[in-house]
């Protein structure tokens, strides 16, 4: 019988980074780093050098076949152990009796889980900077867009679309900072034996372990008992789930600032695009919607990583089940959302007639902070002139009419303001103080920062 998938992540979610993760690359790496441990033992004068070099030669996808390994797991019920012995069925003479001299299982499995690891990162690394680029783009284009803020899902005063836009590239770019970090206390492999003493080495444990290190591209634990510590995997779970949170931010976003109410800013919407199966009219936010979805479900990884931090004496197995799940389901779901969100925002689109209906919807109750700091520029007490134009603002919403009429019947006004003047302080479009400017600032930092 054929096999039917499952889960979504081989088939609807599915990136190109799931290629890391498959049975096949796992065994890749395990091979990789046994392949490793026989060619330093070669090195050390521990085994014959041509039973190294023949093991090191036959470790590899090339003469070790998936299927045979799972036959072998089948009967033995260890899988890396089946691949000990499918690689020394393929070794010729007796080389293949020197394969997994002196290591333990996690010695070859968490130093490939690293190597597997600092691909992984590196993958989502040169993600993360398509989408930061999409955003710069963006940024550049609609700087100096004037719009409404909003704070507690009220309207505050004007701020920009670039403002809001290059709030999410500067935490792109703190992400970014994160995977370098994180980059660097992931990339530890170990080769220590059973509970780590590194006995089954003899003296030459430390040079062993230093070795196979060294020629893996990855640096070797001080110390650790028969695992490395989970902490490290932990973040980088922690990581993703950080990332993941960014970008259902964005998304959530989107979500917002689409609704009919509103209608500023939408998602891409196809020429062929179905919105609902029965409201024919409906343009759903569906890929936003999504992400922060399967954010969800990426945040969600975060516990079982932590959990498996806490692990009994010099180890136990209650880690392994899981991280066999939340690793590559996480990097895979985060990826995947992360090209959706590049999509959306490369086909972004604005409404401007909304953007400027909005920003005056409030008819000039948004710029009542503005004219309570002209109030003590006049020797009006800053209290005193909140109070006015607290009262003002009330007034103004319950007879449905402009802040500026208002104002404009208080005496203590307009014995401070002409009309021309008071009119000027209700333009929604000089009151954004520094916003252009840091934004240019931003992307001077940033471009300069990643060479672009």
Not at 394 to 403: G, N, Q
Request: proline share 2%; with cysteine.
């Amino acid at each position: 019988m054929d096999h039917k998938f499952i889960h979504p992540i081989e088939t609807r979610y599915r990136t190109d980074i799931a290629d890391l993760f498959t049975e096949e690359r796992k065994l890749e790496y395990w091979l990789k780093v046994e392949g490793v441990l026989a060619e330093v033992h070669g090195e050390l004068g521990n085994i014959p050098k041509e039973a190294a070099k023949e093991i090191k030669k036959k470790a590899s996808l090339n003469y070790v076949n998936l299927e045979r390994v799972k036959e072998i797991d089948n009967e033995i019920h260890h899988d890396l152990m089946a691949m000990v012995k499918a690689l020394a069925e393929k070794c010729e003479d007796d080389a293949g009796k020197y394969i997994h001299l002196g290591a333990t299982s996690y010695d070859i499995e968490d130093t490939a889980t690293s190597l597997q690891l600092k691909a992984a990162l590196n993958y989502i690394k040169n993600s993360l900077i398509k989408l930061l680029k999409s955003l710069i783009k963006l940024i550049e284009d609609k700087k100096d867009l004037v719009c409404i803020g909003r704070t507690h899902g009220q309207h505050a005063i004007p701020t920009t679309y670039g403002m809001r836009f290059g709030v999410w590239a500067y935490e792109i770019d703190r992400h970014l900072d994160r995977i370098y970090e994180v980059l660097e206390r992931i990339s530890y492999g170990k080769m220590s034996g059973a509970v780590g003493t590194m006995a089954s080495f003899e003296e030459k444990g430390i040079d062993i372990q230093k070795l196979v290190m060294e020629k893996l591209g990855l640096n070797p634990v001080i110390i650790a008992n028969q695992v490395i510590q989970r902490d490290r995997h932990a973040e980088v779970i922690l990581l993703t789930s950080l990332i993941g949170q960014t970008l259902a931010k964005i998304a959530r976003q989107y979500r917002v600032l689409q609704r009919n109410e509103i209608a500023e800013m939408f998602e891409p919407f196809k020429e062929k695009q179905v919105g609902s199966s029965t409201m024919p009219h409906k343009r759903n936010p569906h890929k936003s919607e999504r992400i922060c979805s399967i954010a969800r479900v990426i945040k969600s990884n975060v516990i079982p990583a932590l959990d498996n931090i806490v692990l009994e004496d010099e180890r136990d197995l209650t880690n392994s089940a899981s991280e066999r799940i939340i690793i590559g389901e996480n990097f895979i779901l985060l990826d995947y959302i992360t090209k959706e969100l590049i999509e959306n925002i490369k086909g972004i689109e604005f409404d401007a007639v909304k953007i400027e209906e909005n920003l005056n919807l409030t008819k000039g109750a948004c710029l009542s902070e503005k004219v309570m700091v002209q109030l003590v520029n006049k020797g009006i007490g800053r209290q005193e002139g909140h109070e006015i134009l607290r009262k003002a603002a009330i007034l103004a919403r319950k007879e449905d009419r402009s802040m500026k009429d208002i104002l404009n019947e208080n005496k203590k006004i307009t014995n401070l303001f002409s009309k021309e003047e008071l009119s000027d302080l209700f333009d929604a479009h000089k009151y954004i103080g520094k916003a252009i400017e840091q934004v240019e600032n931003l992307l001077k930092i940033l471009k300069n920062k990643y060479k672009w």
